[in-house]
C-alpha cells in the first residue's frame, strides 16, 4: 500500500504539488470511488481514474515499438535522436530503456521497458530468447549460407558466431535470420563473409514477442497482458 499522491506522481505526468490539487478538486478516483486526500494509501493495481481517465498505478512499464530508421536505440545521444524521441513527456520521465538494441539503420520491433531485472535476463545469453530479423542483401543466398549459418560463422577479426538460423524466402535475396546473440552488427558482418552486403533489416520477434502488424514504423504501444505473461515466463524474473 503506498500514498494515492507518490503512486500517481510516480507515473511522471504530474509532479506530487499537482496530484494533491487533483485530488482536491474531486478529479480523482481510485476504484470507483473519489479519492479523499492525497495521503490515503492504496495498491498500485489498484483502478485508477484521472478526469475519468484510466492511469496506471503500476511503476513499471512495458511498451512495444515499431522502430524506424534514423533513430538510436539509446535513452539519450550528444549527436542523434534517440528512440525516446518517439514517446509523450510523460513517459520520457519513467526511466524507460531500450531492452537491447537495433542500428540506426534497422528497423522494428523494440522493447521498451524500466524494468532492470527482466531486461537483463531477456539479454543473457544464458536464457537464450530468439530474435528474428527480415532481411534483404545485394546478391542471392543459397544453400551454402544456411548451412554456413547452422554451422556458426567465425569473422575476419576472429569473432565466433553461435549457429544460426537462416531461411530463405521466395525472393531469393530476402531471408529470415535468428539470432540467440546479439553481437554489434553481428547479422551485417555475416552475411557480409559470405559475400551478401545487407541492404534492409527489420527485427520481427524477440522471444515470446512478434511486432504488431498494427503498428506503423515509428508508432508503439502498450504490452498487452498476455504479451507480459509469456515475457516474464521466457526471461524470467528475479
Known amino acids: 500500500m503506498e500514498r494515492l499522491d507518490k503512486i500517481l506522481a510516480n507515473t511522471g505526468r504530474w509532479s506530487r504539488k499537482e496530484v494533491r490539487e487533483l485530488v482536491r478538486a474531486g478529479r480523482v478516483t481510485v476504484d470507483g470511488a473519489v479519492a479523499r486526500t492525497p495521503e490515503e494509501k492504496h495498491d498500485p493495481a489498484a483502478s485508477f481514474l484521472v478526469d475519468g481517465q484510466p492511469v496506471s498505478g503500476e511503476r513499471l512499464v512495458y511498451l512495444m515499438l515499431h522502430k524506424p530508421a534514423g533513430l538510436v536505440s539509446a535513452t539519450e545521444d550528444p549527436r542523434e ?3 525516446l524521441t518517439l514517446l509523450p513527456e510523460h513517459l520520457r520521465r519513467v526511466g524507460l530503456f531500450p531492452a537491447g538494441r537495433l542500428d540506426k539503420d534497422t528497423e522494428g520491433l523494440l522493447l521498451l521497458t524500466n524494468d532492470g531485472p527482466l531486461a537483463h535476463r531477456l539479454l543473457s545469453p544464458r536464457w537464450h530468447v530468439d530474435k528474428t530479423y527480415f532481411v534483404r542483401v545485394d546478391g542471392l543466398l543459397e544453400q551454402a549460407d544456411v548451412e554456413a549459418f547452422r554451422r556458426g560463422i567465425t569473422l575476419a577479426d576472429g569473432l565466433e558466431c553461435l549457429p544460426a538460423g537462416l531461411e530463405i524466402l521466395a525472393e531469393r535475396d530476402t531471408g529470415l535470420v535468428t539470432l540467440r546473440e546479439g553481437k554489434y552488427h553481428q547479422i551485417k558482418r555475416m552475411l557480409a563473409s559470405r559475400g551478401k552486403p545487407v541492404r534492409y533489416l527489420k527485427r520481427l520477434t524477440m522471444g515470446p514477442l512478434t511486432l504488431d502488424p498494427a503498428l ?10 498476455e504479451e507480459l505473461a509469456a515475457l516474464r515466463e521466457s526471461g524470467g524474473r528475479l
Open 81 to 83: 535522436p534517440t528512440v
Open 216 to 225: 506503423a514504423s515509428g508508432q508503439w504501444r502498450p504490452l498487452t497482458a
